[in-house]
């Protein structure tokens, strides 16, 4: 203790307490959030730069399926998971030979509940790009 009051130039001082015993503090956190007491209350302003990149691309698909008539929209969920995510996807499959796209995308679509119309509609769209 001698040592530590020499280096901080204290003398015979007796060790500073803080208002919540370590217990307290310890009660405190563990009870009312995961954080830690300082960080309680604060958020985060915007949304982590990826969520931002994957939206984007998202609404780029959503944009061009809703342009579609009738909109086919509601078959974004089906082409997000076979992969289809973003704008220059769709082109994409568009460039594909009509057997390979049939053989790899249609089936696995139809499987997934689009129409055989719904796809028609998508096949003219992206062959008009």
Partial sequence: M?????LTGQRNSPPRQSALTAQDNQHNWSTHSNLPPQMQGTR??????????RSTSTSSVEMVLASCQPSLLHIAPVLSSLG?????HLRALARLREETRDRELKEEMLKKGVT???WAILMDKLQGW
Avoid: D, H, T
């Fill in 44 to 53: 985060r302003v915007s949304p982590p730069s990826g969520f931002r990149a």
């Fill in 2 to 6: 001698a040592e530590l009051n020499a």
């Fill in 84 to 88: 289809i995510k973003q704008e220059e």
């Fill in 116 to 118: 055989v119309l719904e």
